[in-house]
C-alpha cells in the first residue's frame, strides 16, 4: 500500500508564502508523475502543477505561473510545492497525488492513483 501524506498547509496573510510538502511512504511507488490539486468549498478538484518523471514535463494552471513552484526531493521521496505572492483566491484544500502509468494528462484527476487526505490553505485578505 502506498500512502501520500500532505503537510505545510496553514493561514497567511495575502502575499505571504507557504510551502506544502507531500510525503511517500509504504511500499516502493513506481510513479510516472506527481501533481497538486485544489479544490475549495462547491467546486469540483482542480488541476495546480505536476512534474513527470521520465521526461521532466512541468505542468502549472495559468493563475499560479509565477507564484507557485513544484519539485521533488527524490532522496526524502517528499513532492514540494512552494507557494508565493498568495492570493484569497488560493485558499482551498490541497491535494497531492501520484500517476503510475503514462506522463500524459497530467492535468486530469482521474489520471491519479494515489492521494493524499489534503491540507488547508487559507490565505485572508
Known amino acids: 500500500q502506498v500512502q501520500l501524506v500532505e503537510s505545510g498547509g496553514g493561514l497567511v496573510q495575502a502575499g505571504g508564502s507557504l510551502r506544502l510538502s507531500c510525503a511517500t511512504s509504504?511500499?516502493?511507488?513506481?510513479?510516472?508523475?506527481m501533481g497538486w490539486f485544489r479544490q475549495a468549498p462547491g467546486e469540483e478538484r482542480k488541476f495546480v502543477a505536476a512534474?513527470?518523471?521520465?521526461?521532466?514535463?512541468?505542468l502549472y494552471i495559468d493563475s499560479v505561473k509565477g507564484r507557485f513552484n513544484i519539485s521533488r526531493d527524490s532522496a526524502k521521496n517528499t513532492l514540494l510545492l512552494q507557494m508565493n505572492s498568495l492570493k484569497p483566491e488560493d485558499t482551498a484544500v490541497y491535494y497531492c497525488?501520484?500517476?503510475?502509468?503514462?506522463?500524459?494528462?497530467?492535468?486530469?484527476?482521474?489520471?491519479?492513483?494515489?492521494w493524499g487526505q489534503g491540507t488547508q490553505v487559507t490565505v485572508s485578505s
Open positions: 497525488a501520484a500517476k503510475t502509468g503514462s506522463e500524459w494528462n497530467l492535468q486530469r484527476p482521474d489520471e491519479y492513483d494515489y
Open positions: 512534474i513527470s518523471r521520465s521526461f521532466g514535463i512541468i
Open positions: 509504504g511500499r516502493t511507488l513506481s510513479w510516472s508523475a
